[in-house]
């Protein structure tokens, strides 16, 4: 298993503001996952985040929106650009092992008022 | 379109009943996890399923993997409050690349 640390775990922004999330994991892990949750939605994939490279962004999803960094393997950064009332969500870092399943930080919670 | 169907999506249930949760798609994956999730708090994975045919069972939850691949149910009985929360169900098609996730199960199990 994995266990990974998110911060901040909520926080209320204005709108037009930047917000930048965290994410620790407590071993080496080749890609990382960012994952939006909608209030009552399941989990949308934003982009994978690998070490040395960039991040590869899931349609409808932009860098310059969401830029992410990842400058080793076992951190990573989303950043929630410009943000509006619409980008109100969770917003979950994730990593896989082999074929154990992903696991997930305990999310942040974004309100933007 | 979602690749990955749930049903139901909201189940309120008393305790100690038996309940049965699907998930479908037209895809063939390399493996299905379930997750639970409770409010606050991220995915918690339960089971990952990797072969046609499968069942695993984790105490009172049995998981079942179709056999071509693309369907899981999970099965809990005699459900208990502390078993309330979102069923998630995720598909890969490659392993240790990311999962698809299906809409969820929203289980309210009252005492």
């Known amino acids: 298993s994995a266990v990974i640390s998110q911060k901040p775990s909520r926080d209320i922004c204005q709108r037009g503001t930047s917000l930048t999330i965290q994410c620790q994991v407590d071993?080496?892990?080749?890609?990382m996952f960012w994952y939006r949750q909608q209030p009552g939605q399941s989990l949308t994939l934003i982009a994978t985040?690998?070490?040395?490279?960039?991040?590869?962004?899931e349609s409808g999803f932009v860098i310059d929106k969401f830029p992410i960094s990842r400058p080793n393997l076992t951190f990573s950064t989303l950043t929630v650009s410009n943000m509006s009332p619409e980008d109100s969500s969770i917003y979950l870092c994730?990593?896989?092992?082999?074929?154990?399943?992903?696991?997930f930080g305990q999310g942040t919670r974004l309100t933007v008022v | 379109t979602q690749l990955l169907e749930q049903s139901p999506q909201f189940l309120s249930i008393q305790e100690g009943e038996n309940l049965t949760v699907y998930c479908n798609s037209s895809?063939?994956?390399?493996?299905l996890q379930w997750y639970r999730q409770e409010p606050g708090e991220g995915p918690v994975l339960l089971v990952t399923?990797?072969?046609?045919?499968e069942v695993k069972k984790l105490k009172r939850l049995t998981f079942q993997f179709g056999d071509a691949r693309k369907d899981s149910s999970l099965h809990i009985t005699a459900a208990q409050p502390g078993d309330t929360g979102l069923y998630l169900c995720?598909?890969?098609?490659?392993?240790?690349?990311?999962?698809?996730f299906g809409p969820g199960t929203r289980l309210s199990v009252l005492p």
């Open positions: 994730s990593v896989v092992l082999g074929q154990g399943g992903a696991f």
């Open positions: 071993s080496q892990v080749t890609m």
């Open positions: 985040a690998n070490q040395g490279s960039e991040a590869t962004y």
């Open positions: 895809s063939v994956f390399s493996s």
């Open positions: 399923v990797v072969t046609g045919g």
């Open positions: 995720a598909g890969a098609w490659n392993y240790g690349q990311n999962f698809v």
